[in-house]
């Protein structure tokens, strides 16, 4: 007995199409839950490379500011060491400015100088094998070498500043390197350089 067919003709053709619609529905589903976590995630690196954008900017001041203080550290090193020199060279116990003031206050009044030199000097004191045995050390010396070049009325002014010159103790080696006349709108004087030596181990 043949069986009998109870369902429409388009049935079938509505069932097929229902699948594809659905296929489809979930597809679309899919492709916009996939575009929504691809956004979340994009905002997500957004956020974190805006956070170390910040964090680069940030550690950009402070290189800014910390290269700023190190050339301030610099020109406050450059000045000290240029001071030390200055130092180095007039020696720690006898500077310019106090050995101007001694010279201004023996030098006749009239008497002037012309140009001041100094450099200071060290020699190294070998000490004996015994000392050395007992743990001694080598002395460093130093001595500062003046040189002045200077003018006097006469002879005689040049002599009593010689004198008293010769009279303050920490002065050593005095030696008058030349006197010779000089005229100066038809004035005639003295020119004359001195050199001594100051022990800066001594004199303080």
């Known amino acids: ?16 199409r229902r699948r594809i619609v659905l296929l489809q529905i979930w597809l679309t589903g899919a492709v916009v839950a996939a575009l929504a976590l691809w956004m979340v995630l994009a905002q997500r690196n957004v956020s ?29 090193q450059r000045q000290m060491s240029q001071q030390a020199q200055v130092l180095a060279r007039l020696g720690p116990h006898v500077p ?9 206050g023996i030098m006749p009044k009239e008497m002037a100088l012309i140009d001041l030199s100094m450099e200071t000097q060290s020699q190294t004191k070998p000490v004996s094998a ?13 001595r ?18 010689l004198a008293r010159l010769a009279s303050i103790q920490y002065l050593s080696e005095i030696a ?9 709108s038809g004035h005639v004087m003295r ?9 800066l181990d001594e004199s303080n």
């Open 48 to 76: 974190a490379a805006q956070a170390t954008l910040a964090s680069l900017n940030g550690q950009l001041r402070q290189t800014d500011r910390d290269l700023q203080r190190l050339a301030q550290l610099q020109s406050l």
């Open 1 to 16: 007995m043949r069986e009998l067919e109870f369902l429409p003709v388009w049935y079938p053709t509505l069932r097929r």
């Open 130 to 142: 015994l000392a050395a045995a007992g743990g001694a050390e080598p002395v460093t010396l130093r």
């Open 96 to 104: 310019m400015a106090r050995l101007i003031d001694v010279l201004q």
């Open 144 to 161: 500062m070498h003046v040189r002045l070049h200077g003018v006097a009325p006469s002879d005689v002014d040049l002599g009593d500043f």
């Open 191 to 199: 020119e004359f350089e001195v050199a001594f030596n100051i022990d």
């Open 176 to 184: 008058m390197s030349y006197s010779r006349d000089r005229s100066d």
